[in-house]
């Protein structure tokens, strides 16, 4: 069964950090693109990162750049959402998705004091 699994999403203060995984299963996921995708409350689908299977071509939103840092674990089936210095606008349902469109079930991740 195909499946990515996300979690680490939490409430965390302006200016905190998260580290959100993306744990897949299912297909071999060292041969696929992977990416992050937020949806806001009230808003639509905002893609965030992209990294490509060997993990050397890495893509951020102008909006993430210098806060957000995309990875991967390949050996461990798993790729990871490192975000600092957050802002109330990161407030969104982050979804990890592969390059053939399967889509985790998203991590509430809460930007608030």
């Known amino acids: 069964q195909v499946q990515l699994v996300e979690s680490g999403g939490d409430l965390a203060q302006p200016g905190g950090s998260l580290r959100l995984s993306c744990a897949a299963s299912?297909?071999?996921?060292?041969?696929?693109?992977m990416s992050w995708v937020r949806q806001a409350p009230g808003k639509g689908l905002e893609w965030v990162a992209s990294i490509r299977s060997g993990g050397s071509d890495i893509y951020y939103l102008d909006s993430v750049k210098g806060r957000f840092t995309i990875s991967r674990h390949n050996a461990n089936n798993t790729l990871y959402l490192q975000m600092d210095s957050l802002i109330p606008e990161d407030t969104a349902v982050y979804y990890c998705?592969?390059?053939?469109?399967?889509w985790g079930q998203g991590a509430q991740v809460t930007v608030s004091s």
């Open positions: 299912g297909f071999t996921f060292s041969l696929y693109g």
């Open positions: 998705k592969s390059s053939d469109d399967v």
